[in-house]
């Protein structure tokens, strides 16, 4: 008599959280210091998958933080936070969200920490980052995903 356990055959887990790669700049101190501060903030992530191996997956979460006062560039903040992660026994469907949101999620604190502490060193105030659903971007995304490869010109052989 065989008895299967379905949760056994899924495995996730963490094997490594990391700073990929880091930059920050501020072009125009120290001019920027001697006027008012009054920030416009902008944020761009992206997140990039590949497979390492079978089941094992590095996640790179990539955030820019620009922050300027009326049209000068007061500091600009590039971050990529990493992780390797073991996903087994999961459909193609079930692994989508896993890396694509999940990770990311997992990665976005530790990215949203290195930022602030970066904008602090660099004489300006904390950039607080708030809370960003993975889950809601990654759904807003899909839609746009299927139709980019639906309209991709195929090779033709």
């Not at 992660?85 to 976005?108: D, K, S």
Request: net charge negative; hydrophobic share 40%.
């Amino acid at each position: 008599m065989s008895t299967e356990h379905p949760f056994n055959e899924r495995h996730f887990s963490i094997q490594r959280l990391y700073l990929k790669d880091l930059s920050f700049e501020s072009p125009n101190a120290p001019d920027i210091f001697r006027g008012p501060w009054k920030p416009q903030h902008e944020l761009t992530l992206n997140t990039r998958i590949t497979a390492l191996e079978t089941s094992v997956y590095e996640v790179v979460l990539a955030v820019t933080a620009t922050v300027k006062v009326e049209d000068k560039t007061a500091f600009l903040v590039e971050v990529q936070q990493a992780g390797i992660f073991v996903a087994q026994g999961f459909t193609e469907e079930e692994l989508r969200p896993l890396l694509g949101a999940y990770c990311p999620a997992l990665l976005f604190p530790y990215a949203r920490e290195v930022i602030s502490d970066l904008s602090t060193k660099g004489s300006f105030p904390p950039l607080i980052l708030q809370h960003i659903n993975f889950d809601v971007l990654f759904a807003q995304h899909q839609p746009q995903d299927a139709a980019e490869s639906k309209d991709s010109p195929k090779a033709q052989g």
